[in-house]
């Protein structure tokens, strides 16, 4: 499948040039190694690298409640996290059952894995209740359960830059009878919505895009653009302009897969990215 969607990625770069943003650098600021599954490289002018675009009258308001974002015409189902009582709505995707909000989980007494590794955006707790937590990827996989499973200890996404293959489905920060999705989840996802050339405009929401870059959020994902955290920086960016989401694969460098969507296409692409920076989390029923 993704050869297929990669044949896409010539049409879909012209396509970006229409755009006065078309100059640009990949998010890490280095080349990245990407699986494109539809559309250009993760990238972005110089002048977003530098923070936050949500000064334009149509991106994205953090001061709105996060139900303002969610699509009015989809009837959602709920869980409660049980952890720490926090309701997310979810939606039914094909066969798939997916959280329609960004996980926002911070208990790092309960949870080890969690210090250092996770921030509101800009540092504000506000932003924690509209667009969830930006997670590292050993915060969103669990990296310290996974080192002292008995079973099947993996020392992932530590600081050492080990490489290790996750087998199976892994929890990681969601809820019980939920996971983190892998790179193959996240794949179906877009054949269910029509297409990894269609499926960016299809998941993002319906506000909060710079420039009226906003999506038709069809099915209800809501995929909101929260931004990230770059942990070299310690710095904050993006928000209004793009939406990154971990996997729980690991590359053969040492980095994760990554889901990134952008207000310049309505496209997706499938990245590998710094395992350090801070990106969304959206969990999976099991």
Same mark, same amino acid.
């Not at 490289?41 to 110089?46: A, L, N, R």
């Not at 929401?205 to 420039?211: A, L």
């Not at 990215?273 to 801070?278: I, K, L, V, Y």
């Given at each position: 499948?993704?050869? #297929?969607?990669?044949a896409?990625?010539l049409?879909?770069? +012209?396509?970006?040039c229409?755009?006065d943003?078309?100059?640009?650098?990949?998010?890490?600021?280095?080349p990245?190694?990407s699986?494109?599954?539809? /559309?250009s490289?993760?990238?972005?002018?110089?002048a977003?690298?530098?923070?936050s675009l949500?000064?334009?009258?149509a991106?994205?308001d953090w001061?709105?409640?996060k139900?303002?974002?969610?699509?009015?015409? =989809?009837?959602y189902?709920?869980?409660?996290? &049980?952890?720490?009582g926090?309701v997310?709505?979810?939606v039914?995707l /094909?066969?798939?059952? $997916?959280?329609?909000?960004?996980?926002?989980?911070?208990?790092?007494?309960?949870?080890?894995?969690l210090k250092?590794r996770s921030?509101?955006f800009r540092?504000?707790?506000r932003?924690?209740?509209?667009?969830?937590?930006?997670?590292? $990827?050993?915060a969103a =996989?669990d &990296?310290?359960r996974?080192?002292t499973d008995t079973?099947?200890?993996?020392?992932?996404?530590?600081?050492s830059?080990?490489?290790c293959?996750?087998?199976?489905? =892994?929890?990681?920060?969601?809820?019980?009878g $939920?996971h983190?999705? &892998?790179?193959?989840?996240?794949?179906?996802?877009?054949v269910?919505?029509?297409?990894?050339?269609?499926?960016?405009? =299809?998941l993002k929401?319906?506000?909060? $895009?710079?420039?009226n870059r906003? /999506?038709?959020?069809?099915?209800?994902f809501?995929? +909101?653009?929260a931004?990230r955290?770059?942990?070299n920086?310690?710095?904050?960016h993006?928000?209004?302009s793009?939406a990154?989401f971990w996997s729980?694969t690991q590359?053969?460098?040492?980095g994760a897969?990554s889901?990134y969507?952008e207000?310049r296409?309505n496209v997706l692409v499938?990245y590998n990215?710094?395992?350090? #920076?801070?990106h969304?989390?959206?969990?999976?029923?099991?």
């Open positions: 499948m993704k050869k #297929f969607f990669v896409l990625c049409v879909a770069l +012209l396509a970006a229409d755009d943003d078309s100059s640009s650098v990949a998010p890490n600021g280095e990245s190694s699986s494109v599954i539809s /559309g490289d993760p990238k972005s002018s110089s977003e690298g530098q923070g949500s000064s334009s009258s991106g994205f001061n709105l409640p139900e303002a974002y969610l699509n009015p015409e =989809i009837k189902d709920t869980i409660i996290d &049980s952890r720490d926090k997310y709505r979810t039914k /094909g066969d798939q059952v $997916w959280m329609a909000e960004n996980l926002d989980y911070a208990d790092s007494s309960k949870t080890p894995s250092g921030w509101c540092n504000e707790p932003n924690c209740e509209l667009a969830g937590r930006l997670y590292t $990827w050993a =996989i &990296s310290v996974l080192a079973e099947n200890p993996q020392t992932c996404g530590d600081a830059g080990k490489n293959k996750i087998s199976g489905t =892994i929890q990681g920060l969601c809820p019980d $939920w983190l999705p &892998s790179e193959m989840e996240w794949d179906t996802l877009f269910t919505v029509g297409g990894g050339e269609k499926a960016g405009k =299809i929401s319906q506000k909060g $895009w710079d420039r906003n /999506g038709t959020d069809d099915f209800g809501s995929a +909101l653009p931004g955290y770059n942990f920086e310690k710095s904050f993006w928000d209004g793009y990154e729980s590359s053969d460098d040492a897969y889901i969507l207000r296409d499938e990215d710094f395992d350090g #920076f801070g969304s989390v959206r969990c999976l029923k099991d």
